[in-house]
């Protein structure tokens, strides 16, 4: 939709702790997104599936730079450096393991 | 013989009539693979749409009138979404049980579109819980009210030929 139409399409899951910490970073960068909500089970998970190879949340597409990745290490890196002011890079030394 | 059951009349209601406006919401919008916040004025980029409220998943009205639009194949004439006080988690799993890929549902736990669109249903015998009445409303491209339709009568089932009648005259 034209009005309401984000660049950033986050795929979580209801109170996910990793997804959480993605939209934590995403309130902070003061970045629309759109909240894409998938269930427990990985294995109803296809949408995701499709889009970045895994059944793992959280995960992002934006069509602002084309990017589609999970771990929410790897995205709050990846937001940061994209969004954020200045190299704060520093984050991505965050293990990426135990994602949901 | 007598037959020995009852078909409650439904007292009078005050719903969105034809020709007047249909109120705006947003609510997640389910669908087989996830759900979001979904303004019903996206659904209106790809009339007519057809709102459908219907009484809770896992009740036997809700998959009686899911199944009957699925084999009437609505979607090929409009968006057709449900609109139930279910949760999120309980319209997937009606989606998935009864096949319903070319439809979407809405999740309003509080009510308030059904209250926005005067088709309350205070619900005897459970306490605190009140859901829509079933109800059919065909919009238009701006949102206007083509048809209309609220059960009198619980339990009562959509006039299915007459909302298919409603599309074709659009």
């Not at chain 1, 009005?3 to 910490?21: G, K, M, V, W």
């Not at chain 2, 719903?15 to 087989?32: D, I, K, M, W, Y």
């Not at chain 2, 759900?35 to 998943?57: G, I, T």
């Not at chain 2, 009437?72 to 997937?92: D, F, M, N």
Request: glycine letters at 6%; proline letters at 7%; charged letters at 30%.
């Amino acid at each position: 939709m034209s009005t309401n139409d984000p660049s950033i399409t986050l795929y979580r899951l209801q109170a996910c702790p990793f997804c959480e910490r993605v939209v934590r970073v995403l309130h902070d960068l003061d970045l629309e997104y759109r909240s894409r909500f998938v269930e427990p089970l990985h294995s109803r998970r296809n949408a995701v599936k499709r889009l970045t190879g895994a059944r793992t949340v959280p995960a992002i597409v934006d069509k602002n730079t084309g990017v589609t990745m999970s771990e929410s290490a790897r995205i709050v890196e990846y937001l940061e450096r994209t969004y954020g002011e200045g190299a704060t890079a520093e984050t991505a030394t965050d293990r990426a393991g135990g994602e949901a | 013989m007598d037959l020995e059951f009852d078909i409650v009349d439904l007292p009078e209601d005050d719903h969105v009539a034809e020709g007047e406006q249909a109120p705006g919401f947003t609510r997640p919008l389910v669908n087989e693979e996830y759900w979001e916040d979904v303004p019903l004025a996206e659904l209106l980029e790809q009339p007519p749409v057809v709102l459908v409220f219907h009484p809770m998943d896992g009740s036997f009205p809700a998959t009686y009138v899911w199944n009957e639009i699925d084999d009437r194949e609505w979607h090929e004439a409009a968006t057709v979404v449900g609109v139930s006080i279910a949760t999120p988690y309980a319209h997937k799993r009606l989606i998935e049980e009864e096949a319903l890929a070319d439809y979407r549902l809405y999740s309003d736990p509080g009510n308030d579109v059904a209250r926005e669109y005067g088709v309350v249903h205070d619900l005897d015998g459970m306490a605190g819980i009140e859901e829509p009445r079933p109800a059919v409303f065909v919009l238009d491209g701006d949102g206007v009210v083509d048809y209309a339709w609220v059960a009198g009568e619980w339990p009562e089932f959509p006039p299915y030929d007459e909302v298919e009648d409603a599309l074709a005259s659009l």
